[in-house]
């Protein structure tokens, strides 16, 4: 780089920038978070879905799964399983894991109560409901 | 080594090496997991074996960052560490903490880990990457913070270089984004905006500015180029980095439910994330060019250059590939983002930590370079390590382009399973291309055992 392009002028626009390009993310931040009621329906919250999301997180289903594409890619998406399966479905299916196919990959049995499943499936329902901008592509996730 | 007390550093990085070898192995399991299902179930199920794998390769990577700053800061700063026993504390608490979470992790179930390590007093786990116990998550904030406080006296009452600045400042701003991974709102939405901010302003942002600094360092060193020269490269790459790191934050934001103008910040921003990375390779090839001295430790340089390639290739070109919204409409959540996220962590950051270790470990040991053998062994682990890891990201690529081919497109898409099936050749192939990074890893080892030759000692 050329003599006349300072290491002081290279810091000058690193702090600059850095900090201008922050407060821009606030900014940003704080309209989003403003808006999200608007997509995100959170009225629909239930304390089903509060739990739902618990027992999600408790048994590391992300460690699999995706949801609204985030997550591990071992197993289907599952921000709008409840749209592809439905409730019933749902249920069924994690009550009688694992499979035991030779050779294909198996889920856990987590034991869940009816409850749970109930709560499980708010939740998978209340997520399947968040404006995604039409995500995913089609129906299979 | 010009300062006794630099010497804590060594623990730190052996330590990272040993979790580095246990990260690999368990990326095997997986890998062999993709293809023959039930492989090891229900013993280690994939997201036992997949948490083991993530956690493992962060922690490994905050040991080589300690370790870099414990190496590097005494000798920008030209006085002794502030307290070398601080950092010998912190490193067994910091080990002892991993090695209890990640046998947690392999001993009881996840639910019954969360219970016995009260996420019911505040839920933090059970997401992507920050699947750590809350005691796991305050001793990485407690030791982090030790650490900071070390290093930050130390460089207060010595020299103030550019590049100890820069590595305190992303070191400060690792401590502080982690913070959020204790924000965990019940609104989901909420909840993946704010834990972005600890993931993408980590790897896309603060720890870019460990990495400048830890090349810079090495840099300096191994050519002997002028500082200012060096110091001006570093500043212009990091300004780069936030400039289009922060607001490239939103690549994360197009489907998640936030609002859709982050489909134009995201795209915009986070297309011109391959320019620091790119200024990286250049500034790391120029500065060998420029050399002023024949460092006899070749080995580093050749991990030095690596990791501005690699990191180009698999952050910026990875990372570009599949980075515009209507782009990442199809891409989002498929193998393409495991194919871009195993080159860019390998190629930026396990790449600048075997950089780092590669220059300081000899140090450490008394000698200014390993012998001519022991470099060559070392010099042939980084071209297996990088070719496989390069044959893994075009493999994961293949297959994701596959999977979005047959499940995301056309008038009769597949579902998620049948897909999988559909591309299985490129998973077995992925997974002889991890075999052969694994043989890679075992070369790197055996480099640090290996007597044969002399060492170089002159300074």
Known sequence: MSETFTKAMARNIFYGGAVFFFLL??????????????????????DSVVRGKHIWETRDCVGCHTILGEGAYFAPELGNVYKRRGGEFIKAWIKSQPTGAPGRRQMPQFNLTDQQLDDLVSFLKWTSEINTSNWPPNIEG | MLYKSQAVAKP???????????????????????????????????NVARMVHTNLLIVWTLFAFMGAGYYLIPEEAETELFSPKLAIIMFWIFLVAGALTIVGYLAVPYATLAQMTGNDILATMGREFLEQPLPTKVGIVIVALAFLFNISLTVLKGRKTSISLVLL????????????????????????????????????????????????????K??????????????????????????????????????????WFGSVFSALEPIPFFMMTVFAFNMVNRRRREHPNKAATLWALGTGVMSFLGAGVWGFMHTLAPVNF????????????????????????LTMISYAMPMLR??????????????????????????????????GILQIWLQRMGSNPMSFMDTQDQVMLFYWLREIAGLVFFVGLVLYIWSFFCKKGEAHFAA
């Open chain 2, 330 to 353: 199809y891409t989002h959540g498929t193998q393409i983002t495991a194919a871009h996220g195993h080159m860019a962590f390998f190629g930026a950051y396990a790449m600048v930590n």
């Open chain 2, 12 to 46: 730190y990085f052996i330590a990272a090496i040993g979790l580095f070898v246990g990260q690999i192995l368990f990326g095997l399991i997986m890998g062999y997991q993709y293809v023959v299902g039930d492989f090891l179930f229900p013993a280690i199920p994939f």
């Open chain 2, 169 to 220: 400042l992303g070191l400060w701003g690792l401590a502080i984004f982690f913070l959020f991974s204790f924000y965990n709102p019940s609104n989901l939405v909420l909840d993946k905006y704010f834990w972005w901010w600890t993931v993408h302003l980590w790897v896309e942002g603060v720890w870019e500015l460990i990495l400048g600094a830890m090349l810079a360092f090495v840099l300096i």
């Open chain 2, 366 to 399: 008394g000698r200014s370079a390993n012998s001519r053998s022991a470099q060559t062994l070392e010099m042939w682990s980084f071209w297996l390590m990088t070719v496989s890891m390069v044959f893994i990201t075009l493999f994961l690529t293949a297959a």
């Open chain 1, 25 to 46: 993310f606030i900014a940003l931040t704080f309209d989003t978070v403003q808006s999200l009621p608007k997509r995100d329906h959170r009225e629909n919250i239930t």
């Open chain 2, 222 to 263: 191994i050519t002997g180029v002028d500082r200012e020269v060096i110091e001006k490269w570093l500043y212009v790459i990091i300004a780069m980095t936030l400039i289009t790191g922060i607001i490239g934050t939103g690549h994360h934001y197009f489907w998640i439910g936030a609002p859709e103008y982050w489909q």
